[in-house]
């Protein structure tokens, strides 16, 4: 877990990006987010809560939902991204689909690969959260 955390991270920060590491927020001394990391862009101005899971088995749905609800306490610009060293279920995307109007991306093994191959984890970014604007849908294959 933490090693994947530290790996898709430090290659946004190779790519220019900002990077708080992974933090937990306290509400009265009570912590109640544990944030595995965030990503700025600032030069074309977007924002990332992400999420990473290194698991066997294909997500479903609760990083999701936990993003969403931590999204909920963000500025609405901010957008969130789920990294899974496998993929996702069904239902998964689905949910990730109606989580509007929080904007979560969704990362599988093959994106995640393909970007570190390439070095372009900016571009497929951008890849993604474009036709999420344009098509709805948050899952782009970036390697098209």
């Known amino acids: 877990g933490k090693a994947f955390e530290f790996l898709i991270l430090r290659a946004f ?26 990503i700025h862009f600032d030069d074309i101005n977007i924002s990332i809560l992400a999420e990473f899971k290194d698991y066997s088995k294909n997500l479903n749905i609760e990083p999701i939902a936990k993003l969403r609800n931590q999204l909920l306490r963000r500025p609405s610009n901010a957008i969130g991204s789920v990294f899974s060293t496998t993929g996702f279920t069904d239902p998964a995307l ?14 599988e093994q093959d994106h995640i690969n393909y970007c570190l191959k390439n070095g372009n984890f900016k571009t497929g970014l951008l890849k993604k959260y474009r036709h999420a604007i344009e098509e709805g849908f948050p899952n782009f294959d970036v390697t098209i």
């Open 94 to 107: 689905i949910l990730s689909q109606f989580s509007a109007p929080q904007t979560i991306l969704l990362w």
């Open 13 to 38: 920060e190779l790519e220019g990006a900002f990077i708080r590491w992974p933090y937990s927020v306290s509400i009265f001394g009570e912590n109640v987010e544990q944030i595995d990391g965030v």
